[in-house]
């Protein structure tokens, strides 16, 4: 049926059906911007339940200010692009001050899924090196898997030896310790999302809380509980404890002609009093999950060789 004179026919498709498109575009900035087109959408945005938050690139520490908190300075490093978007009024204005992701969140009033999305990962390597990360957290870490390799030239000078796997294996720590604490602020604002993800876009790293770590999150928040001050720690969350399950092979083949040189794989947990038996069960099954595609070949394969058991105190 046609709509009458003066009727605008969209109007009669129900906001729910609208916050279902809402939330499959889930971009932010995109969101942000169908503020402007009604006063329907306008109010209709902030419902939106389902959110992706992409960082377009890092700024240098010369565009920082000095009188900031630590956790301010390192959200603004890269988060600048955002802050001239984010405004409660239909129109962002581009004189505000930059904002964290927890302020750029409040314009939104029931989040579920948080996705945030960085421009790129965080470890510097040699050139040739590979690593892939997953890592879950509560109030701290809960478990890491880590996949490294070489490619190209830098294949012909082999794994590194134990000291280059360590080396890789407390970087992906520190990294994924570092997004955590990133995240700390809008866990505790956002009481209602159920799942948070951060990852790049070069695939490198991601972090993981559910919703039993984001409630334990926030139970540490709310008892008021303070991490170490420490000045080379004030940036990430402490490092508990922990045991490194590490296999490796000089070299690995898979399908399609591909090949990983110096191939490793680590699976990191809190120290735990599990028998070795059970250990391995549980870093099997988290290795198992943690990568698709040529990289879960990669891990399958690694998990049939000899495995080393490696343990490191808290940091």
């Known amino acids: 049926m046609l709509p009458v004179d003066g009727d605008d026919g969209f109007d009669r498709v129900p906001d729910s059906l609208v916050l279902l498109v809402f939330n499959q575009i889930s971009d932010i900035k995109t969101l942000i911007r169908c503020r402007v087109v009604s006063k329907r959408f306008n109010s209709l945005v902030p419902q939106a339940d389902t959110l992706l938050l992409r960082v377009d ?19 603004r490093s890269i988060l600048k692009p955002l802050y001239d978007l984010v405004s409660p009024k239909p129109l962002p204005d581009p004189t505000r001050c930059q904002k964290s992701p927890g302020q750029i969140l409040r314009g939104f009033e029931r989040i579920r899924e948080l996705e945030i999305e960085l421009p790129s990962g965080d470890l ?28 190209g030239r830098a294949a012909g000078l082999g794994g590194g030896g134990l000291k280059m796997r360590v080396v890789w294996t407390i970087s992906a720590l520190i990294a994924a310790s570092a997004r955590h604490s990133m995240l700390k602020e809008v866990v505790r604002e956002h009481g209602e ?36 001050s420490v000045w080379w720690r004030s940036n990430r969350t402490t490092v508990p404890a922990v045991s490194m399950r590490m296999r490796h092979v000089p070299r690995l083949e898979l399908a399609g002609e591909i090949q990983m040189e110096g191939a490793t794989l680590v699976v990191v947990r809190p120290t735990t009093a599990e028998t070795d038996a059970e250990e391995q069960v549980v870093d099997a099954a988290l290795a198992f999950g943690a990568f698709g595609g040529v990289y879960g070949e990669a891990v399958e394969k690694l998990l049939n060789c000899r495995s080393y058991l490696l343990e490191m105190n808290s940091f």
Do not use: H, P, Y
Request: with cysteine; glycine share 10%.
């Open 193 to 228: 999302i159920g799942r948070l993800v951060v990852r790049d876009q070069e695939e490198e790293g991601t972090v993981v809380m559910e919703r039993d770590g984001l409630m334990e999150c926030r139970e540490e928040a709310e008892a008021g509980e303070v991490g170490d």
């Open 124 to 151: 510097r390597l040699e050139k040739g090196a590979v690593i892939r990360w997953r890592a879950e957290f509560g109030k701290t870490l809960r478990s890491c898997v880590i996949l490294g390799f070489r490619v």
């Open 57 to 75: 690139r890092v700024v240098s520490a010369g565009e920082l200010d000095d009188s900031d908190s630590l956790l301010v300075i390192f959200l």
